[in-house]
T-cell receptor
Framework: AQTVTQSQPEMSVQEAETVTLSCTYD???????LFWYKQPPSRQMILVIRQEAYKQQNATENRFSVNFQKAAKSFSLKISDSQLGDAAMYFC????????????FGTGTRLTIIP | KAGVTQTPRYLIKTRGQQVTLSCSPISGHRSVSWYQQTPGQGLQFLFE???????NKGNFPGRFSGRQFSNSRSEMNVSTLELGDSALYLC????????????FGPGTRLTVL
């Protein structure tokens, strides 16, 4: 079974600074997807970024980028120029690419933005 | 295009009752998955549906069931509610099976007294 580990329960960053959230996972599969979702106080789960395991290039979405290390099974999220609206719980998630839609989530990292 | 909608948003029930939650996926999406979120257990997969068929089920007791209709709308039912069923229930939709991204609804907050 796949597992996802987020070892940082809480992180904080000064507004406009850069922060990196860590995620490691365990799988025996070679083809899968990795995601970062954001859950603000409204509780709506919002997709931040996704990475396909067969792509070596790290995904980037505006101020959000990932560092995907397949051999190390590591998938960290970097947020640049942090903004107050980035404050939320961030969940790392894994999904197999064998027709199974199940997402396996980590326990989350609560990110606080300091004005 | 409208996002995933879930009704009701909040629900209060008592132990022993049953409850039905509804999820309408994004227009054109045919896959629907359900998740339970609690402070203690985090986010756990309940089940997924595609073309009115349950494709996968998580490790939950038989009191948890679901179905999907021909218009891709889905319902989940919990019978004989227990205090531990208090949670945020999230529904997510995807275009097809095997596509890579699920989009979540706002959730239904269920409180069991």
């Amino acid at each position: 079974a796949q597992t996802v580990t987020q070892s940082q329960p809480e992180m904080s960053v000064q507004e406009a600074e850069t922060v990196t959230l860590s995620c490691t996972y365990d799988t025996s599969e070679s083809d899968y997807y990795l995601f970062w979702y954001k859950q603000p106080p409204s509780r709506q789960m919002i997709l931040v970024i996704r990475q396909e395991a067969y792509k070596q290039q790290n995904a980037t979405e505006n101020r959000f980028s990932v560092n995907f290390q397949k051999a190390a099974k590591s998938f960290s999220l970097k947020i640049s120029d942090s903004q107050l609206g980035d404050a939320a719980m961030y969940f790392c998630a894994y999904r197999s690419n064998f027709g199974n839609e199940k997402l396996t989530f980590g326990t989350g990292t609560r990110l606080t933005i300091i004005p | 295009k409208a996002g995933v909608t879930q009704t009701p948003r909040y629900l209060i029930k008592t132990r022993g009752q049953q409850v039905t939650l509804s999820c309408s996926p994004i227009s054109g999406h045919r896959s629907v998955s359900w998740y339970q979120q609690t402070p203690g257990q985090g986010l756990q997969f309940l089940f997924e549906y595609f073309s009115e068929t349950q494709r996968n089920k998580g490790n939950f007791p038989g009191r948890f069931s679901g179905r999907q209709f021909s218009n891709s709308r889905s319902e989940m039912n919990v019978s004989t509610l227990e205090l531990g069923d208090s949670a945020l229930y999230l529904c997510a939709s995807a275009l097809q099976l095997g596509t890579d991204t699920q989009y979540f609804g706002p959730g239904t907050r269920l409180t069991v007294l």
